[in-house]
């Protein structure tokens, strides 16, 4: 079984920078896919960006290419999100996922692994 645990979220004005830490344990993250999904109150969850298993891949919806950049260290087991000029609308909890299989299409295809969320807050 594979746990994910995020960490970075926070309270940030509108422009500003945060980023986001996802831990991977019980299965090293060479293994898996790794990616960022965010759900804002009252709205459906939205996908956010993926990255391959060796990092080469990196795939971002629209509404963040440009600001967001994923990555990853497979030494740490961890995966990153930075997060740039930072907009109200990026307001949500963000999660972490996992899949053994695909890195692509996460915007129709729910990952095996989900984290418990990290709030981000951006005050205008």
């Known amino acids: 079984q594979v746990q994910l645990v995020e960490s970075g979220g926070g309270l940030v004005q509108a422009g500003g920078s945060l980023r986001l830490s996802c831990a991977a344990s019980?299965?090293?993250?060479?293994?898996?896919?790794m990616g960022w999904f965010r759900q804002a109150p009252g709205k459906e969850r939205e996908f956010v960006a993926t990255?391959?298993?060796?990092?080469?891949?990196?795939y971002y919806a629209d509404s963040v290419k440009g600001r967001f950049t994923i990555s990853r260290d497979n030494a740490k087991n961890t995966v990153y999100l930075q997060m740039n000029s930072l907009k109200p609308e990026d307001t949500a909890v963000y999660y972490c996922?996992?899949?053994?299989?695909?890195?692509?299409?996460?915007?129709?295809?729910?990952?095996?692994?989900w984290g418990q969320g990290t709030q981000v807050t951006v005050s205008s």
């Open positions: 996922a996992a899949d053994p299989t695909r890195s692509t299409g996460w915007d129709t295809f729910a990952p095996d692994y």
């Open positions: 019980g299965r090293t993250s060479n293994s898996l896919n």
């Open positions: 990255i391959s298993k060796g990092g080469s891949r990196t």
